[in-house]
């Protein structure tokens, strides 16, 4: 079991320059993550469980050449092959808290491309996925200049690094189910970084995920400032508390193929999370009324077609479906029967449970 000064590097190698390309996915959680400990970095209140993403995914790829003056970060940042400015703050950021775990960051001028499989500004989160593979190809680096490190603390100490660029990063690193935060079921689970969960019936093989985009535009309240209106909240003890129940229970359903208990317990999880933005202090709603429709005919549809369809949130307006692949045909009917009328330009993308990063270049 790793801590965080296992991940503190002190003897490596110099390399003159290498590239590497990553492409990492985004993952939807079944059991939220909401609320940061006060006096952690990036550390969970309450452990989460999450569906990894097959095809919105982003790939990023890194050249990298040493450089005399080492004092300070050096980096070009594009997206899309393009100079973005604007992004460039938060990769700072990033670096600067990971410093002290990869000292050898000022040693090397990085050129960063990254981009997303999934329309820009189309309301899905891209952080967790642009960590990801930033957090993977940094790790790259550290192989080559320390080849003695293990694959396993490769990718744990890359799911390490994610989580200090986003919390939810660190569930996009590898596995098709990924559990983040210590909690008493869940073997060698931990705050610093995630684990993968393996022991899926095969009845979540091949799950399906289709995302509605119900809403493109930027959120009014970011993640970070919801996840802050925990520290005073009335009711977060009792969803603290909440959580680990749940995540009990779920690991129990992914076991045992539970498919319609696990559909209770993914919807009430979605509602609970809005829940508490709805009754912290200042409140906020982030769901839009076609997300409302949306919910209330997936629950119609099921009703009369005894359908395994269900619905979970992201801290967002948009829906993503979940159900079995053996109903794939007659529940994507459905939505473009009945639910693409809500969504933003009749847009939606379908994905599914996938593997986690993969390594495209190793230069």
């Given amino acids: 079991m790793f801590t965080d000064k296992d991940f503190i590097l002190s003897n490596y190698n110099s390399i003159e320059k290498a590239s590497f390309s990553w492409s ?10 909401w609320g940061k400990k006060e006096n952690g970095d990036q550390i969970p209140a309450n452990p989460s469980i999450s569906f990894t993403l097959k095809n919105c995914k982003t790939i990023t790829s890194v050249a990298i050449t040493s450089k005399d003056e080492k004092e300070n970060f050096s980096f ?4 899309e092959g393009k100079p ?9 950021k990033f670096l600067e808290r990971i410093y002290p775990y990869c000292p050898y960051l000022k040693e090397y001028h990085f050129v960063i491309d990254t981009q997303n499989t999934f329309p820009h500004s189309s309301g899905i989160a891209s952080s967790a996925s642009g960590m990801a593979a930033i957090a993977m190809n940094i790790m790259s680096l550290e192989k080559a200049i320390q080849p ?5 603390y490769f990718y744990a100490k890359s799911s390490f690094l994610a989580r200090l660029g986003s919390g939810s990063a660190c569930r ?15 073997k060698n689970s931990s705050d610093l970084f995630g684990v993968e969960f393996d022991a899926i019936h095969s009845n ?14 930027e959120k009014q309240v970011s993640s970070t400032v919801g996840h802050n209106l925990m520290h005073n909240h009335p009711f977060a003890e009792q969803r603290f508390e909440q959580a680990h129940d749940n995540i009990a229970k779920i690991v129990a359903l992914l076991e045992s193929g539970n498919v319609t208990d696990f559909m209770s317990l993914v919807e009430s999880e979605a509602l609970t999370l809005h829940a508490m933005m709805m009754t912290s202090m200042p409140y906020f709603i982030l769901m839009k009324p076609n997300t409302l429709e949306i919910i209330n005919k997936i629950w119609k549809f099921r009703n009369e077609t005894q359908t395994p369809v269900c619905f979970t949130l992201d801290a967002g307006a948009n829906v993503h479906v979940l159900y079995p692949s053996s109903v794939k045909e007659k529940v994507l009917q459905f939505i473009q029967n009945e639910l693409v009328g809500y969504c933003q330009n009749g847009q939606y993308i379908c994905d599914e449970i996938g593997n986690g990063s993969q390594l495209l270049i190793n230069n």
């Fill in 148 to 152: 003695e490190i293990s694959e396993e």
């Fill in 76 to 79: 070009d940042l594009l997206f």
């Fill in 24 to 33: 990492a996915p985004s993952n939807i959680a079944l059991v939220k993550y």
């Fill in 84 to 92: 973005k400015e604007d992004f460039k703050p938060k990769i700072q």
């Fill in 204 to 217: 979540f093989h091949n799950f399906q995920d289709t995302i509605l985009l119900v809403d493109k535009g």
């Fill in 172 to 186: 996009s690193i590898k596995g098709n189910v990924v559990a983040w935060g210590e909690n008493v079921t869940i």
